[in-house]
């Protein structure tokens, strides 16, 4: 049964999420003036204008132009498919909702940029000494969390059938 009342709350969470994300990326666009433009912050952290016009870690992003709607497509089913979930779930599922919500407002916020500029924008780097890790943004960190978020649901909720039988045995006592 879908709970679109009880959902409002999470889709409010990827709501923010979206808003942080294209929030953080209009200033480092205002303050760059080019790709590239760089201002170190740490020894490890650096904000540095990038265009991301693959997916992630770059990939296919010399690809000739078509993956921006092959990623669009991807990134518009995907989040269609997240938002289904978030309102099928149970409201005891708050720790997979959150989770959920985190990667449905990190998906919209790189599908904005990629309809509106044709690749996303990255800002955050880490680095180490000549090593650096891909460039990011707040919406692919978001993904990252929820999707950690999920594993770690995942791992610890008690789901299935050995669930069902271990809550009658509880019931039972």
Not at 3 to 17: D, E, P, Q, S
Not at 25 to 46: L, P, R, V
Not at 94 to 119: F, H, K, P, Q
């Amino acid at each position: 049964m879908l709970n679109f009342k009880w959902a409002l709350r999470w889709y409010a969470v990827a709501l923010v999420v979206i808003v942080l994300d294209l929030w953080s990326k209009s200033i480092i666009s205002a303050n760059f003036a080019h790709e590239g433009d760089s201002q170190y912050i740490t020894s490890f952290f650096s904000l540095s204008l990038h265009f991301n016009h693959g997916a992630a870690f770059s990939f296919l992003s010399d690809a000739g132009g078509w993956q921006r709607w092959l990623f669009t497509v991807i990134a518009g089913g995907v989040s269609l498919g997240l938002g289904y979930w978030l309102a099928k779930l149970d409201k005891s599922r708050w720790i997979e909702a959150l989770a959920l919500s985190m990667v449905l407002g990190g998906a919209l916020g790189n599908l904005y940029d990629r309809i509106t500029l044709g690749y996303v924008v990255d800002f955050l780097l880490f680095h180490w000494k000549a090593n650096y890790f891909p460039a990011f943004n707040l919406a692919d960190a978001a993904i990252c969390g929820g999707a950690g978020l999920l594993l770690l649901d995942a791992m610890t909720s008690k789901k299935g059938p050995e669930a069902n039988k271990i809550s009658e045995a509880e019931h039972s006592d």
